[in-house]
């Protein structure tokens, strides 16, 4: 063996004992594990997915129509199909994650870089193809891509702050989420109508490898903590360190009164079956609460589904947009979200989910129904009018949706971490929040299936109107079943020692 060979073959055998000594820290752990690059990584993993999903929809009717030569009767249907697979993709994808996330694994970082490198090759797909087949692989990549990112990132970011702070989190979080929710329709409607695909993937391919070296760095508090020699074990399975504020402490302090819920009604009968045994999580959703959580995700995700699906389309049909143009109008969904979603999520940890539920549902009525006033009744005014105005109604839509962006996510950690508390035993001493929010996340994506296609054959059948008219019954009957069932008090006994 030459002395260059066993030169490299020293090097190699002290990096690997190094990598496997926990009496050597990695390389920057202090910032590395510190809850501010934790929360930014998840929160640029969210602007990626959003972003990159964005990036498409008003790009969907000119790329099937001027690639895959899609007949223009054949459109609405083709971009409600593809919009499906993405979110069946992501339906089915997210309890696998959140298994992984939770199980699987010893540390949450290799399944959450795994949905990106399914993001990759998503974008790959989305340069090349040029038939409906390919185009629909693609949107199922991504569709995996997303399932991955919210199970395994909102999971991180409930063991980085705690589920006492989910709520300023979570607005953090959607902050960026919604500035890429606000750009990318209009980024990518520009970009296409400039260089075709060519800028689009460009600036996805961009996105991706700032979010890989965002992940690849990222390491979490309970493993961080295995570095801290005074951190009680306690803290480690946690994912704390030490009582000393430090960078590894929670971003936002969590709330250590003495007065704890009555954690009786939250105890679990011992699992009879293999598969509660297995995921004894499954029987915590008999909650009505937890149900009512899902519930929120599923109808807010209808929501959006269905203007990814048809603002476009009106656009297009009845404006004579481009899909710049078609772009600009997503300014006002995306607007009122980036200005009031972090202000609503701090409302929520304040006054709780059930009040702000019942507001962003209600308001949401109205809303909804006043939207046939520029599209099909109101004839008589000027297109410019006629635009200006369902601009304006776009705008409040976007300030309901801001409202119920965070409830089902709250709401879902909080009924979560009581049931936790109350059965640690059952539940191995560890939360098992990646799978909870895998759930969370399946019902998301059934919502974002199920909000094209309804969206779409609605809009076909009765019209745009009337289409909306529906969505706004939907919403009335949400806000009363949030009414009814989350957010509850618990009676609140005193001492630590109440689980």
Known sequence: ????????????????????????PPIGLRWRSSSLFVLSTVGIGGFTDIFLY?????????????????????IQTSISNLLAIFAAASCISSPIAGILGDQLS???????????????????????????????????????????VWA?????????????????????????????????????????????????????LALITVDFIMRLFV?????????????????????????????????????????????APYRLPEPQQAITRMFPILLTLRDPALLTAFWIGFIQAVLLGAFDATVPLVASSRYGFDSLKAGLLFLPLGGANFFFGPIFGWCIDKWGTKIISVLG??????????????????????????????????????LGLAIINSPSIVEAGNVLDKYWRANRGLFANRAPYAQ?????????????????????SLRVSIGYGNMNAVLAGVCGVTAVLAALFIGRKDNMTEGVGAD
């Open 219 to 263: 390491i979490e508090k309970r493993i961080a903590a295995q570095y801290t020699p005074q951190a009680s074990p306690d803290l480690q399975a946690s994912g704390g360190t030490n009582s000393d504020p430090s960078d590894e402490t929670p971003l936002l302090a969590q709330d250590t009164t003495t007065a704890t819920t009555n954690l």
């Open 54 to 74: 964005g990036l498409i929809v008003p790009v969907l009717p000119f790329m099937l129509n001027d690639r895959v030569h899609v007949p223009a009767s054949d």
């Open 106 to 148: 010893s540390s949450r970082q290799l399944p959450f870089l795994l949905g990106l490198v399914f993001l990759l090759l998503a974008t790959i797909l989305l340069a090349i193809g040029n038939t409906i087949f390919v185009l629909g692989i693609a949107r199922l990549l991504q569709g995996a891509s997303g399932a991955f």
């Open 1 to 24: 063996m030459s002395q260059g060979t066993r030169h490299a073959s020293s090097s190699w055998s002290r990096m690997k004992s190094m990598a496997f000594d926990h009496s050597q």
């Open 436 to 456: 909870l929010y895998g759930l969370n996340s399946m019902m998301w994506c059934a919502g974002l299936t199920a909000g094209p296609l309804m969206a779409g």
């Open 152 to 204: 395994i990132g909102l999971a991180l970011l409930v063991d980085t702050v705690g589920p006492e702070n989910l709520g300023k989190a979570v607005g953090t979080v959607f902050s960026l989420t919604s500035v890429a929710s606000l750009f990318s329709p209009v980024i990518g409607g520009s970009l296409y109508a400039k260089t075709g695909y060519t800028g689009v993937f460009a600036v996805s």
């Open 361 to 398: 549902f209600t308001s949401l009525v109205p809303v909804l129904i006043l939207l046939r006033i520029p599209t099909e009744v109101s004839t008589g005014l000027e297109q410019s009018h006629q635009i200006a105005l369902y601009a304006c109604l776009l705008g409040l839509c976007g």
